[in-house]
DNA sequence: AAAACAATGTTATTTTAATAACAATTATTT
DNA sequence: AAATAATTGTTATTAAAATAACATTGTTTT
């Protein structure tokens, strides 16, 4: 198992390479790659060598070959599904962020509590009501749910999806969710990550000159 | 300065405080703390140790206190305003987000190039042209810009608001964004988090049992 | 063909963050 | 009033992540 900020870097590595791609670049140096992404030379090599590829010295890497090599470990074999909780603005936004298949997660089912957002296509997406949430993911065999409703019903909704059998959650509600620990969780709270971009630009402004 | 991870937790904390503080519980233990969080007391405090606030010895700390340190520290002395940059999906999820004024951060005006969503008051936040942006940005003295728009202007835009000042960005574009280093940048990138929780869902389904 | 160069692969070091350990202290109990 | 129990504050240890160092090797140049 990758540390976690491996698979980070490892999931722009590859998109940074499909465009590099698409340019018909065929090699490429690690600190074109770290200068990219504000990286140092060694933590892509680093990275590299941790997924066990190896390029050519004095001529970098294959770009088809290290994209490949990304994909088997962020992708595996199969496909997997996912579903979004909650249409709401957020929802939509996901939705459309994914509606252009990357990689191979596929998001097959939206549900939502309020009938207006309920049993149509939305942003590509079939919507349906959270009375349904058991049945689709069954029947979509989805793994992951991505979590945009408000605070109040999310840890309901994070038993009835645990027990439906979601085995990882992308988590956009503020709320600290009780999960088995075979569950993976990935919280993004905006509140937090506003207050801390004022808390360091403020302590930039202040600190104006010190150094 | 402190360190980035108990800024962060001091933000999920004092949410958690001010909840207590309106059941009208007085005090709190370490551990109570810990536990809604998901966190150890130790880790707890620790943190609280770093802000210098003392509880007392067997009776834990004083809600209203440690909720008053933390705030001096998350929000200084002085508003800190904000601006959102795209108004499409997500950057009405972020608007209502921030709707009701949490801390001393507001978001005083949003941007974008669609005519329609510009010169009118969209979720309770004035939406102008980008056109507008340095202007805007020094009539309100904003300081933090939160990136909502699509990869392709994002560099050019964010070149515009250091022009004007800016010094914090929450980025939730794919692009990495070069800045100069007195600005600091929180990224937040959908796919890559998303690929990341696919991953660990498929580690934690090969691997079951094998512990 | 030999030498110089420039890039990789890997190990070592440093830094940062988290966890654990434990002494100090205060409320509670007897 | 003394003993006990429970919680804090702080130091020490461990773990994770990033950075740096350097030996190795393939390319290019002369």
Redesign the pocket.
Known sequence: ML????IE?LSKYRRYLLEKLEQQEEY????ELAAALH????????D??LI??????????SIKELIEVISKILDGDNKINAVIIGMGHLGKAISNYFSIKRSNIEIVAAFDIDSSKVDRIISGIKSYHVDNLDLIINETDAKIAILTLSPAGAQDITDQLVYAGIKGILNFTSVTLRVPEDVYIENYDMITSLEKVAYFVKENINNEGTL
Chains 1, 2 share one sequence.
Do not use: A, D
């Open positions: 540390p976690e900020k491996t870097r490429l140096y690690s600190h990286l140092t030379p060694e933590q892509v090599r680093r590299i060598m066990g590829y190896t390029g050519t010295q004095r001529k970098g890497y």
